[in-house]
């Protein structure tokens, strides 16, 4: 679509031309850092030989020689993702299987097979990196259907595979709650499944969504076409402290619960209770889902999901998004301000597409919120606006990201009263 498909469309002009009466009196607060008390395991040291193990030892009776497996190749900010991907894929070897890589990643990088291997290449994933061929087509194939008639899809690389095997990192949704969230579950049927597959499983409110992936991975299991998983659990500090290999029946399964407890464990909330100004540092599709992870902000923002009541943020700020999001951000209606420089950055084909294949979840998410001039007009700005007089003092929390949060930064209102076992970073 030329430029247009850029997203630039003169909001650095649009707000040069905006006056924006702030206060003289208003400062934006000294921010102190602190390390937070965020539950944070051993690191493993060696994933490429933790996930070959992993593979042997759980999947060895299943494999038998000559057989083709389709590995899923995702487009999510795992840590040592392509680590993890050749770990997997050396087992297999091991095994006697022919393993090769399909882009198992719904309808992001634009909708395109092209654009899947671009964004798997971002993330480092290359045949030469994960040792082996990748074979990318958004073509899909029907495989069964769930008692219910919804139709299960895998891409057309993956159905003709004797068996797929999704590796992906275990972590809490932004969509929706349930015994099993984003995984090796989500990614069999809804990543493989390319974008019919992702559409008919977000078209849905967050009680439907969560059954209807639940069936879903009990009717593709049933077909025989799903060899197991491969499953990482991260840290807060942005480590892998755990990888488990999954058989068919433990996918979906009481071992995959299992999984999703430890993250949800290790994924939590900002420990405050009222914040009237987040800023995030950085935002983008490897980091979530939704550009800002709900599960870390507490604002979801889906009709029929209930939002919690552990944390109030009044204001949020995004100062910038990734280069591998190449201008996706679903989710940027989650900020309430940010600078032109990330206006100037939407590709709103990219983000849209990916918005009605988010379904409800894309609508309050995809919203534009203020373009100001600057990082610093967008702080004042979320200060002015935040709920608290000139005069008052402000509390401030500043993240790197919504990834990886073992410290953060905040003013001096919120000093008064740290989280528990948080202790100010001495320089």
Not at 133 to 153: C, F, K, Q
Request: proline letters at 5%.
């Amino acid at each position: 679509m030329g430029e247009e498909s850029t997203g630039k469309h003169g909001w650095g002009q649009l707000s040069a031309g905006i006056d924006l009466p702030f206060h003289v009196d208003l400062r934006v607060p000294e921010l102190t850092e602190i390390r937070l008390a965020i539950p944070n395991p051993e690191p493993l040291k060696d994933v490429v030989a933790t996930a070959r193990r992993a593979v042997i030892e759980t999947l060895a009776s299943d494999v038998s020689p000559g057989m083709t497996v389709a590995v899923g190749g995702g487009s999510r900010g795992l840590t040592q993702r392509v680590d993890l991907l050749r770990g997997t894929i050396e087992g297999l070897r091991e095994l006697g299987a022919e393993p090769f890589v399909v882009p198992a990643m719904g309808s992001h990088g634009g909708g395109t097979a092209e654009g899947q291997i671009e964004m798997l290449a971002s993330l480092g994933m290359t045949q030469d990196s994960v040792g082996a061929e990748i074979r990318a087509t958004m073509d899909t194939v029907e495989v069964a259907r769930t008692p219910s008639g919804m139709p299960i899809y895998l891409d057309r690389f993956a159905a003709a595979a004797d068996r797929i095997l999704p590796v992906n990192r275990i972590k809490p949704h932004t969509c929706f709650k349930g015994p099993i969230e984003s995984g090796c579950t989500k990614m069999a049927v809804v990543g493989f499944g390319k974008q019919p597959g992702a559409a008919q499983i977000h078209s849905c409110g967050p009680i439907e969504m969560r059954e209807r992936l639940l069936d879903g991975i009990e009717t593709l299991r049933a077909t025989g076409r799903l060899l197991g998983g491969v499953a990482s659990v991260e840290s807060a500090s942005g480590d892998i402290v755990l990888i488990s290999a999954l058989t068919s029946t433990q996918v979906g399964g009481d071992e995959e619960r299992r999984l999703t407890e430890m993250a949800r464990d290790l994924v939590p909330l900002l420990p405050f209770s009222d914040i009237d100004v987040l800023i995030i540092e950085r935002g983008g599709k490897d980091i979530s889902g939704t550009t800002i992870d709900p599960n870390v902000t507490g604002r979801f923002w889906v009709h029929g999901l209930a939002e919690t009541d552990q944390l109030r943020v009044a204001t949020i700020v995004l100062l910038g998004i990734t280069e591998v999001s190449a201008g996706n951000v679903l989710g940027i209606g989650l900020a309430d301000f940010i600078p032109v420089k990330v206006a100037e950055q939407i590709d709103w084909q990219k983000t849209y597409l990916n918005c009605f294949t988010a379904g409800p979840s894309g609508v309050r998410r995809s919203r534009m919120p203020m373009v100001l001039r600057d990082e610093e007009s967008c702080v004042k700005a979320a200060l002015s606006m935040c709920g608290r007089g000139v005069s008052e003092p402000k509390r401030v929390v500043r993240i790197r990201s919504t990834l990886h949060m073992t410290t953060c930064w905040v003013s001096d209102e919120m000093l008064k009263n740290l989280p528990e076992g948080a202790q100010i970073v001495v320089q």
